[in-house]
T-cell receptor, first 109, second 114 residues
Framework: GENVEQHPSTLSVQEGDSAVIKCTYS??????FPWYKQELGKGPQLIID?????GEKKDQRIAVTLNKTAKHFSLHITETQPEDSAVYFC????????FGTGTSLTVIP | GAGVSQSPSNKVTEKGKDVELRCDPI?????LYWYRQRLGQGLEFLIY????????KSGLPSDRFSAERTGESVSTLTIQRTQQEDSAVYLC????????????FGPGTRLTVT
């Protein structure tokens, strides 16, 4: 089955700096890669996703890149704000969804 | 429109008791997923439904866990003879169809087994 690894597990950045979270996957058949933001006490919320026929996707301050050859994908948040502080999960979908273990992002004002 | 709702939001139960957790998906979503999230950890897949059928039950931890879905709508996750290791947040998600479609999560049910 699929194995998704996510790094780092914790990340602290100064407000205004960029944050990058990386994930790797093992199953070359995986073709859909969503990213979720989870705030304390709430369910995960989809923030951006990318499909295997695309290498990069951007939505305002958030971007995701995908390298199918290397089987890794990354989340980039620019101009970070305190409200970006949350746990972020990556996921990969082949025959089902497999989630990374999460990155706790803290943006320091 | 309304999102995915789950009830109860919190449940405290004694070891050995049975519990039922409910999920109401977004109207029109044919696929429904259950996940378990232990404190500080990622999401662990339990089961998913396409319509009222469950093609993949591979994630259910033991035969104490079961789930059903009726009317291609509400789903219940039942845990029999609860154990302390069952304590976790149980998350439900729905999507337009099974496969590589966006999942929308509910707020979860926090289960505590004492």
């Amino acid at each position: 089955g699929e194995n998704v690894e996510q790094h780092p597990s914790t990340l602290s950045v100064q407000e205004g700096d960029s944050a990058v979270i990386k994930c790797t996957y093992s199953d070359s058949a995986s073709n859909y890669f969503p990213w979720y933001k989870q705030e304390l006490g709430k369910g995960p919320q989809l923030i951006i996703d990318i499909r295997s026929n695309v290498g990069e996707k951007k939505d305002q301050r958030i971007a995701v890149t995908l390298n199918k050859t290397a089987k890794h994908f990354s989340l980039h948040i620019t101009e970070t704000q305190p409200e970006d502080s949350a746990v972020y999960f990556c996921a990969a979908h082949g025959n089902q969804f497999y989630f990374g273990t999460g990155t706790s992002l803290t943006v320091i004002p | 429109g309304a999102g995915v709702s789950q009830s109860p939001s919190n449940k405290v139960t004694e070891k050995g008791k049975d519990v039922e957790l409910r999920c109401d998906p977004i109207s029109g979503h044919t696929a429904l997923y259950w996940y378990r999230q232990r404190l500080g950890q990622g999401l662990e897949f339990l089961i998913y439904f396409q319509g009222n059928s469950a093609p993949d039950k591979s994630g259910l931890p033991s035969d104490r866990f079961s789930a059903e879905r009726t009317g291609e709508s509400v789903s219940t996750l039942t845990i029999q003879r609860t154990q302390q290791e069952d304590s976790a947040v149980y998350l439900c998600a729905s999507s337009f169809a099974s496969g590589s479609y966006e999942q929308y999560f509910g707020p979860g049910t926090r289960l505590t087994v004492t």
